[in-house]
């Protein structure tokens, strides 16, 4: 279990995010100040602190920079504004990773996943079977029976999107915010030309599809068989 530790003041925010990080299989810790926060990440050594920005007492730059110099803890800075400049500096400060409210709960998920990654404290298993489809997450190999296929960056980005929620339908607007880092804008198109790429490289087509199953007006699943439903 990834426990973390999320630093919001917001008691509405606060609740629902605990509840939805709880339910993805995470052990929440919550507080509400910069300075509860700098005392839990000493006493608590989460595996990942979520930093919401806009704190009461303490400005949330200033706990990222006094956290920085107790711990090496990866933080994801949670902002309301999308601000590059903002965001580039929290990054030279040393967050690990950001997100731009409003965000969902499976958009925070995977930038809890990759900053546990880069950190090195992931224990997820590195090899994701799907059927006949097998991905090394950290070689980032892929094999369809047992055959390598060589695909282009975004393209295993968007089939590890795919397979960390393999059995799900996951929305292009997911896709478009965890795989190409839009959590607005962006188009469906993208999505879309990256996906028939895809489907070309593992042998398959829209039309006949053996792992990526399009889901109209939804999303996609990855999945090694069709299920009733299916478009
Ligand atoms: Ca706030």
């Known amino acids: ?6 630093v919001e003041d917001d008691p509405a925010i606060r609740s629902a995010l605990m509840r939805s990080l709880r339910e993805l299989g995470h ?3 919550a507080v509400a100040t910069g300075m509860s926060a700098l005392s839990s990440a000493v006493e608590q050594k989460p595996d990942v602190v979520l930093l919401d920005l806009g704190l009461p007492d303490v400005d949330g730059a200033d706990v990222l920079s006094m956290l920085r110099a107790i711990s090496e803890v990866p933080v994801i800075i949670a902002t309301a504004r999308d601000d590059e ?7 030279d400060l040393g967050a690990d ?7 969902t709960a499976a958009q925070l998920n995977a930038r809890i ?4 990654r880069r950190s090195g404290r992931s224990d997820e298993d590195p090899l994701i079977n799907v059927g006949a489809l097998v991905i090394d997450t950290r070689s980032r190999e892929v094999t369809v029976d047992g055959r390598p296929v060589e ?3 975004k393209e295993f980005d968007l089939l590890l999107a795919l397979a960390r929620r393999a059995g799900e339908v996951v929305t292009k607007r997911d896709l478009l915010a965890e795989v190409w880092q839009l959590a607005w804008g962006g188009s469906d198109r993208t999505v879309d030309v990256h996906l028939s790429w895809l489907r070309r490289k593992l042998g398959e087509s829209a039309a006949r599809p053996r792992f990526l199953h399009s889901v109209r007006g939804v999303g996609v699943r990855l999945a090694a068989s069709a299920e009733p439903g299916d478009a």
Do not use: H, Q
């Open 97 to 103: 990773d950001y997100v731009i409210k409003p965000f």
């Open 151 to 153: 695909l282009a960056r």
């Open 27 to 29: 052990g929440v810790n």
């Open 85 to 91: 400049t903002e965001i580039v500096r929290l990054l």
């Open 113 to 116: 996943r990759a900053v546990l």
């Open 1 to 6: 279990m990834v426990s973390l530790l999320l």
